[in-house]
Nanobody
Framework: VQLQASGGGLVQAGGSLTLSCAASGRTFSSYTMAWFRQAPGKEREFVAA???????DYVDSVKGRFTISRANAKNTVYLQMNSLLPEDTAVYYCACRSLGASYYVDDYDYWGQGTQVTVSS
């Protein structure tokens, strides 16, 4: 599986961005898809995940602001980010695994290359 993330950019605090992650392969619909992020000097952290059954989970800091969704016909997962804060600044990575959602980096089998999100105050 190859993952290609896009949609990052520079936005002012309070603004919105939508990230996309396009996946190769015919089994996209069977994978759990997730977004992680890594800020400078910090460890990569879980942001959101969506299972094959469209069950979703989020880190507390983004609940109510971010929405993860998937379009299986397009082999694409999205992260709609609203009310962005400077602390959301990070490189955002998409990842997938064949099992259920997990918060742990090491549980994911495939990773995209990352897309930079910068939120100015």
């Amino acid at each position: 599986v190859q993952l290609q993330a896009s949609g990052g950019g520079l936005v002012q605090a309070g603004g919105s961005l939508t990230l996309s992650c396009a996946a190769s392969g015919r089994t996209f619909s069977s994978y759990t898809m997730a977004w992680f992020r890594q800020a400078p000097g910090k460890e990569r952290e879980f942001v959101a995940a969506i299972s094959r059954y469209h069950w979703t989970d989020y880190v507390d800091s983004v609940k109510g602001r971010f929405t993860i969704s998937r379009a299986n016909a397009k082999n694409t997962v999205y992260l709609q980010m609203n009310s962005l804060l400077p602390e959301d600044t990070a490189v955002y990575y998409c990842a997938c695994r064949s099992l259920g959602a997990s918060y742990y980096v090491d549980d994911y089998d495939y990773w995209g290359q990352g897309t930079q999100v910068t939120v100015s105050s």
